[in-house]
């Protein structure tokens, strides 16, 4: 029998998964780290992991990270160095990857870290981009990891803080962005992809036990759905085993 | 200097404050206490990210603007007073400048250049163009190409936690850096608070790891644990547990007027500060093993 896991520990699995061997990411903070940490033990070893504090990492940090600064994190890095260091290489184009979460993101990809209602007078006031909105821009792809349910998953953001296709697909070329575009959603339900041709997201995959009728209803808009639709593959013990070591209060995991 | 000798001489009211430079890490947490205690009012307080260090000041009602990426609590989510102040005004309302932290980074970058812009590629389509005036979207003149400018920033001062410095001015910093160089070259004045004050051959024997050079860098502070509860790297780790302390003690303007009180007005150094986090707690914190750097030659004969 299957050992029974979190939403999180799918949505790290998942996230882990998008790292391919020898791939450029840049990591960002809470589920993904603990990403990074699986694909480099596992399926990509030769991964590089970028922090935009300004660390550069060959392995996994020797213990859990609560911020990208935390001192294992600086600990037998590759490299310790400036911000403009590792955002500029992404500039340059050499980061093939980014992970970033939000409070909205919409059908076309793009994400809302900023205001809910009007800026000069907002309902919320949310923290803002921090390195979001370079990641969303610069990076060759990025995955947003976010909590599904129809006040996150919107058919537009009311504040495009990081852009993803913007109005659609050929929106990105016609802003002045060199490149990349939102790759995935990986959701607590299932896991959207893009059409290539309407730079639109639709469901590629399902949790396991999850409805395709919940999942439409706690999505903001009217969701497509892959003509096959199939299950996101569990995790696999050893997967499973690497998460609690590497999060063993279940700090981000849980 | 004490920091309260240099904070009441180098960071009047009314002044822009580069804070938190390198992060996560290294954020000056004492300056900014030693800011609420002297009752500082309209600062415009700069930096990318700042952790819980802009709430607080925020709360305490010393800010009059934000330039900044990111506002909030890294490990435990939003900063309440930051939100009061943008939602509801409370204590008053400020002025918020968004940015993105390439975008941060770059103004400080051309600060200390000299240069008026830089151009860049991030951000294009981003609202964040639509609320921050100053950032703009151009043609370039030599292509044509959409580019983004992104306009020199000059603070008035900026405050830069060190491991070690010396009584001229030198300071070594090691671990990541984030934008604490570019800050440190930008700002008109340069406060520098380190861990342990050292000799002037120790900072000259690795100029490699030297952040601002000693003739520009305006005061030296000592001040140990200055940056609790953010990690200094060989010196005392995070206090994660602070932040989550944090986050429910100032939910609530009445809750945060207690947290300062107690952690900020009651107290009247970062001294008394260690004491009232208690000995146990900080010895916990504390690095205790050597990962030592290998020595570098730098001799000329």
């Known amino acids: 029998m299957k050992q029974a896991y979190t939403p999180a520990e799918l949505m790290v699995v998942v996230a882990a998964r998008e790292i391919k061997d020898r791939e450029v990411v840049f990591v960002g903070m809470r589920l993904p780290l603990i990403a990074f940490a699986v694909a480099k033990r596992l399926h990509a070893p030769n991964a590089i992991g970028f922090f935009e504090n300004g660390v550069v990492r060959d392995t996994p940090s020797a213990s859990l990270l609560y911020t990208m600064g935390d001192p294992p994190n600086i600990e037998d890095a590759l ?11 992404m500039q340059k184009g050499e980061v093939d990857l ?91 339900m299932g896991v959207l992809r893009f059409g290539f041709e ?57 | 200097m004490t920091m309260r000798d240099a904070i009441a001489q180098h960071v009047p009211d009314g002044s822009s404050v580069a804070l938190g430079l390198a992060l996560e890490a290294l954020i000056p947490f004492a300056a900014g206490h030693e800011l609420i205690r002297q009752n ?24 009059k603007a934000i330039v900044a990426a990111w506002v909030g609590n890294v490990s435990a989510g939003l900063g309440y007073n930051y939100r009061r102040a943008a939602e509801t005004g409370v204590p008053n309302k400020i002025h918020i400048e968004d940015h993105s932290n390439f975008t941060m980074a ?45 306009p020199a920033l000059v603070p008035d001062v900026a405050v830069l936690h060190v491991q070690r410095a010396d009584e001229t001015g030198g300071n070594h910093c090691w671990g990541n850096l984030g934008v604490s160089e570019e800050g440190g070259l930008a700002a008109t004045k340069v406060i520098v608070v380190a861990e342990e004050i050292v000799g002037v051959d120790v900072i000259k024997s690795d100029p490699n790891r030297v952040l601002v050079p000693a003739h520009r860098v305006t005061a030296i502070v000592h001040e140990p644990g200055g ?41 009247g150094s970062r001294a008394v500060y260690l004491k009232l986090l208690g000995a146990e707690r900080w010895r916990a914190l504390a690095v205790k093993d050597k990962k030592l750097a290998a020595p570098a030659n730098f001799s000329a004969t």
Not at chain 1, 79 to 89: A, E, S
Not at chain 1, 200 to 214: N, R, S
Not at chain 2, 236 to 244: E, I, L, N, V
């Open chain 1, 79 to 89: 490299q310790c160095c400036r911000m403009t260091t590792v955002m500029g290489l």
């Open chain 1, 98 to 188: 980014g992970f970033l979460g939000g409070a909205e993101v919409d059908r076309n990809g793009n994400i809302n870290t900023s205001y809910v209602g009007d800026p000069s007078a907002p309902r919320v006031k949310l923290p803002g981009s921090g390195g979001a909105a370079d990641i969303a821009s610069l990076a060759r792809r990025f995955v947003v990891i976010i909590e599904h349910n129809d006040r996150r998953l919107v058919e537009r953001v009311g504040y495009l803080t990081s852009p993803g296709n913007g109005d659609g697909a050929h929106w990105r070329a016609n802003e002045g962005l060199p490149r990349g575009g939102p790759a995935a959603i990986i959701t607590t």
């Open chain 1, 198 to 254: 309407s730079g639109e997201a639709y469901l590629d995959t399902i949790h396991p036990g999850v409805k395709l009728e919940d999942v439409k209803a706690k999505t903001g808009w009217p969701l497509m759905v892959t003509p096959v639709l199939k299950p996101t593959p569990e995790p696999t013990d050893e997967e499973l085993r690497i998460i609690r070591e590497v999060d063993p209060k279940r700090f981000w995991t849980s």
């Open chain 2, 40 to 63: 500082r009012r309209d600062l415009t307080l700069i930096g990318p990210i700042s952790d819980i260090l802009f709430d607080q000041l925020i709360g305490a009602g010393c800010v």
């Open chain 2, 106 to 150: 770059l103004s400080l970058l051309a600060g200390g250049l000299g240069a008026p812009f830089i151009p860049a590629r991030t951000l294009l389509g981003s609202d964040i163009l639509k609320t921050n005036a100053n950032l703009r979207a151009a043609a370039s003149p030599l292509d044509g190409e959409q580019v983004l400018l992104v």
């Open chain 2, 227 to 267: 940056a609790h509860p953010s990690p200094v790297q060989g010196y005392y780790g995070r206090d994660t547990d602070f932040y989550q302390e944090y986050h429910t003690q100032s939910q609530t303007a009445e809750a945060f007027e207690q947290w300062r009180q107690r952690w900020i007005g009651a107290i």
